[in-house]
């Protein structure tokens, strides 16, 4: 048997805290589209494993049906459900980026997930936060009086952020599978961009705050000010966690930052994890975090994690969950974890290829060993 002990949680979001409809719950298992007539995000991997691994942890059935799961799940109530869940997660502490619940690229923050202290108070474990640089240059943008304003008060931003944060997250792309320049703009370039930028958001009249690079609910569209951010988080020296719409979208990045900064997590891989793998053995700094790789496949986890294990170090592989807004997500994703862990070391220690100690030491640092060094975690 291949232990794990504990989990550090190197990247998710907070649960949400309302009570939650049969539609809302649906759309939350994941998909950007629709799904198919006449069927639900229950037909996916991830939906399998939540009826196979959550519904025995609030007194029903395996594989019991969607209606009857939700059912109980509005009887018990959200903050009993995701109490239950969490705490049977494994986890001991949660990285929580506090970036909202929007897509890769937006940072819309929702009043409706809990925080870094909430979670951790809901798991019984302990919390740092990730926090979303595109949020800080929102917040920033809300109180500027013009570009200097604006791009002085991002960088005491943050400069006060990483103070007290573990982590810095943003997106590594404008849009799937474009690369960025990877070097850092020029101060004319920045001051024209956040001037443009600045314009567009007065000109969306009586809409609220909303993510950079639009009114409410775009993303960052600039590359300009993202790679501003980027180079801004390089500098603070902490490990900076870039969400990927393709496998080499962090190639230039990687490369230019080898030797300075802190080190590179790349997120959101999937199915893309092959590059990523390979991206780890090319740049001392590069990590990949296995959340969307495991979570999205499901059954097929194991697999997947074999692959990523092909070309990737095993001191740059980090667990997570990639959970966002379901409590659901965060316990689907510890024991989708575990078992695809279970059948890929414990295989080959079956097989004769590997001994019981070294499967058992990589996984202790995949579940929690990468983390803690990479992040600095020095209370878990």
């Known amino acids: 048997m291949i232990e ?25 298992l994941g998909g950007t589209v629709p ?13 399998v494993a939540v009826r196979r691994w959550c ?28 109490r239950r869940l969490l705490r049977a997660t494994g986890i001991s502490t949660y990285l929580v980026d506090t970036g909202g619940a929007g897509s890769p690229g937006t940072a819309g923050a929702s009043d409706e997930l809990a925080g870094a202290a909430e979670t951790a108070a809901m798991g019984a474990a302990r919390s740092r936060e990730t926090v979303r640089l595109e949020l800080l240059a929102v917040r920033a943008a809300a109180t500027a009086d013009g570009v200097g304003a604006f791009l002085a008060g991002l960088a005491e931003a943050v400069h006060t952020a990483a103070a007290s944060a573990v982590a810095l997250s943003a997106a590594a792309t404008t849009r799937p599978g474009l690369a960025l320049d990877p070097e850092p703009p020029g101060p004319g370039e920045v001051r024209g961009a956040a001037g443009r ?33 980027h180079w801004t988080a390089v500098g603070t020296g902490l490990p900076l966690h ?59 986890a194991a697999m997947v994690l074999a692959e990523m294990l092909e070309s990737a170090p095993f001191g740059k592989l980090l667990f997570s969950t990639a959970a966002r807004g379901l409590p659901e997500l965060h316990l689907v994703g510890a024991r989708v974890f575990r078992a695809a862990l279970e059948r890929v070391l414990g295989g080959w220690v079956r097989d004769g290829a590997w001994s019981v100690a070294d499967a058992r030491r990589v996984a202790g640092l995949i579940a929690a060993g990468n983390a803690r060094r990479v992040h600095a975690l020095t209370d878990d």
């Open 4 to 28: 794990t002990a504990s989990l550090v949680d190197q990247y998710g979001h907070g649960v949400l805290t309302t009570e939650l409809g049969l539609g809302t719950f649906e759309a939350r």
């Open 55 to 82: 519904p025995p942890l609030l007194g029903l059935e395996p594989h019991c049906t969607p209606a009857r799961y939700l059912a109980r799940r509005r009887e018990l109530g959200s903050l009993e459900v995701s």
């Open 242 to 300: 870039l969400e990927t719409g393709g496998g080499t979208d962090a190639y230039g990045l990687a490369a230019a930052t080898a030797g300075i900064g802190g080190p590179l997590v790349l997120r959101d891989t999937y199915p893309y994890h092959r590059d990523a793998a390979r991206l780890t053995g090319l740049f001392p700094q590069v990590h990949a975090d296995l959340g969307s790789v495991l979570s999205r496949t499901g059954a097929g």
């Open 35 to 47: 799904a198919a007539p006449g069927t639900t995000f229950f037909d996916t991997q991830t939906g």
């Open 197 to 229: 930028w600045l314009a567009a958001r007065g000109s969306v009249s009586g809409s609220p705050v909303g993510p950079v690079g639009g009114p409410v609910g775009g993303p960052l569209l600039d590359p300009v000010l993202l790679r501003h951010l």
